[in-house]
């Protein structure tokens, strides 16, 4: 399964992308982990559903210091060609 979530909040400047990064590894998901411009935090994820439905609860909560306002998830066509995870 591949699934994009938009995190918004206070999620730029926290070390969000690390923590998703880490916690996506320690899951097992590829994918990617973008700071976009308008403030938000992109995170395109590859993985079970299981593992999917843990990272949108970490994303929800992020590291010490974000302040998480929205996550808003949907399905994209599953993509083999993406792994490992990587932030931009």
Same mark, same amino acid.
């Given at each position: 399964m591949t699934r994009r979530f938009l995190v918004r909040g206070r999620v730029q400047g926290v070390g969000f992308r690390?923590?998703?990064s880490r916690k !996506? =590894?320690?899951?097992?998901? !590829?994918g990617h982990a973008i700071n976009l411009e308008d403030g938000?935090? =992109?995170v395109v994820a590859r993985g079970g559903e299981a593992a999917l439905a843990e990272l949108a609860r970490l994303l929800q909560r992020g590291?010490?210091?974000a302040q998480v306002s929205s996550v808003d998830a949907s399905?994209?066509?599953d993509d083999p060609a993406i792994v490992g995870f990587?932030?931009?």
């Open positions: 690390w923590f998703v !996506a =590894e320690e899951l097992g998901i !590829a938000s935090v =992109e590291p010490r210091l399905d994209l066509p990587r932030t931009h």
